[in-house]
């Protein structure tokens, strides 16, 4: 199968402004994006698609065609939709969404949401384990999955809710990874769903997928989760991060 990667990457993100273009390390946080889906080598075509002509400056400087989409999109699956109908990318059998504040997704996470695809779901993305702790964040969205490892539910809350704290927490809570994978009829399917009340109230465009019947397989990927970037003290984390592993 022929994969489209997209990136979305909005200028403005209201938990952080101008989060493409912040610094992560000295290079802006959508090129560190960049650099880690080529290292993955997992898509045919990598594209950014962006509202910002700021944005796609620095995205064209790196090398990447940027797509100036409309800027209204109410979430990064619509703005990813608007790229893959273009003519320019019709012949592309999956599309790959990579979100533009996600520097450190690992290629185990990507190679599963497509091997989810591949294995007949609808659409496919990832998680890994969180702990008890870890799993309090509303930044971190959590998933519940079916025996199937299908998702069942994505939410900011701590699911599921552990009723008698001595129920050990081991193997229990799972963190969605910023990664979505998807044919290209679901992804169309998805866009031309309304936003539910569901995903306006969590702030989660899986929501809408899910609750209009489409498959979403989870791949569970065994590893540490690393922080993506939604706010300025996550960008710190990233930064203290990206220099101790630096290669």
Not at 43 to 54: G, H, N, Q, R
Not at 226 to 233: A, E, F, N, S
């Amino acid at each position: 199968m022929r994969v489209l990667g997209v990136i979305p990457a909005r200028l403005g993100s209201t938990r952080l402004p101008n989060k493409p273009l912040c610094l992560l390390a000295g290079e802006p946080l959508v090129t560190r994006v960049i650099e880690r889906v080529r290292e993955h080598g997992v898509v045919d075509e990598l594209v950014v698609a962006t509202e910002s002509p700021m944005v796609a400056q620095v995205v064209e400087h790196a090398g990447i065609a940027a797509v100036l989409t409309a800027d209204d999109h109410p979430s990064g699956t619509d703005r990813v939709a608007e790229v893959a109908n273009l003519p320019a990318y019709k012949d592309y059998d999956v599309i790959l969404n990579i979100q533009g504040d996600e520097p450190f997704l690992s290629r185990a996470a990507v190679r599963g949401a497509l091997d989810r695809v591949a294995g007949g779901d609808e659409i496919g993305t990832a998680a890994s384990p969180l702990t008890a702790e870890q799993a309090e964040n509303p930044n971190q969205a959590k998933v519940v999955m079916d025996v199937a490892g299908r998702a069942l539910y994505f939410s900011r809350a701590v699911i599921p809710h552990r009723r008698d704290r001595d129920t050990p927490a081991d193997g229990l809570y799972w963190g969605h990874l910023g990664i979505y994978a998807y044919t290209r009829e679901a992804l169309a399917r998805w866009v031309s769903c309304p936003v539910t009340m569901a995903e306006e109230a969590e702030k989660l465009e899986m929501l809408r997928a899910l609750q209009n019947g489409l498959t979403i397989g989870v791949a569970l990927v065994e590893e540490d989760p690393l922080p993506g970037v939604d706010t300025i003290d996550d960008l710190n984390r990233a930064e203290a991060l990206w220099l101790a592993t630096a290669r």
